[in-house]
């Protein structure tokens, strides 16, 4: 089953601020995104990612937050080039510690894999 494109996306590049370590990552020579490598959920479990699929892209992107067991505890729908979802959506077994940002990148129209890359890093989570 295709996944879904996200509802949330905005056609763009954000301005973020600096402090959530928004980097670019160069996967293949037209498949780059950027992400927030510093990653604090509010109380609610509302993650700042700023995930974009860079404009000059040939893939739809889409990124899943995996927890040190490998469930899935948040994730994008698909992105189109050009577009960025600001937030992800934790779920109920989101919790303060090592977690692995996992992009997934899938050819237009065909949903064949264009490769994944995954990114270490450590969530925080409000109290």
Known sequence: VPPEFDTTAVDGTPAVD???GW??????EDYNVHVCGVLNADSNGSLPLYF?????NAVWAKLRVLDSD???????????????????????????GDV???????????YYSAGSVGLATVLNMAD
Do not use: F
């Open 70 to 96: 490998n469930e899935i505890i948040g994730e994008t729908g698909l992105l189109k080039p050009g577009q960025y979802v600001e937030r992800v959506q934790l779920n109920e077994k989101a919790a303060a």
């Open 18 to 20: 600096a402090a959530l």
């Open 100 to 110: 692995t940002l996992q992009i997934m990148g899938y050819q237009p129209e065909t």
């Open 23 to 28: 980097a670019a990552l160069s996967i293949s």
């Open 52 to 56: 974009t699929n860079d404009a000059g």
